[in-house]
């Protein structure tokens, strides 16, 4: 489905051969979660982004962080293949932060610099948010 990463963007958050262990060199395995993770981060970010041009980007004109995101919820979802009761710390803390910046950028917290924003007024998020007092009783 997604060629937004590349099998070679895994050798700076994993070892290959840590990767092929994962999946048991079966790269469908690796397509599946990716495409789980684009999946993930669409829902998160389209209230603000074009999602589908920023997933639609390949080599340099990706946006490094988006990938970064990307591959860490990707691999999160490749070891809860293997075995799940042993994953790593840092894999469970590192997709915990994924999942916490996305929320971010959904809430207008932060921004994603270089990304495309989203034209369709359906979806667009709007910059401001709309409170009251509590009420106020004034009859008895």
């Not at 993930?40 to 990938?67: I, P």
């Amino acid at each position: 489905m997604s060629e937004f990463l590349q099998k070679t963007d895994y050798d700076a958050s994993i070892h290959a051969e840590i990767l092929d262990s994962l999946t048991r060199n079966d790269e469908s395995l690796i397509e599946i979660c990716e495409d789980r993770a684009i999946l993930e981060m669409t829902g998160e970010l389209s209230g603000r982004y074009d999602c589908d041009q920023l997933f639609a980007a390949r080599g340099e004109e990706r946006n490094q962080l988006v990938m970064m995101m990307a591959m860490d919820i990707a691999v999160y979802h490749m070891f809860s293949i293997h075995n799940p009761q042993k994953m790593s710390q840092l894999r469970v803390n590192r997709y915990e932060r994924a999942v916490k910046w996305l929320e971010a950028v959904r809430a207008g917290k932060t921004i994603i610099a270089g990304a495309p924003a989203t034209t369709d007024p359906e979806k667009a998020t709007g910059n401001y948010s709309m409170k009251s007092n509590p009420k106020r009783v004034n009859h008895r």
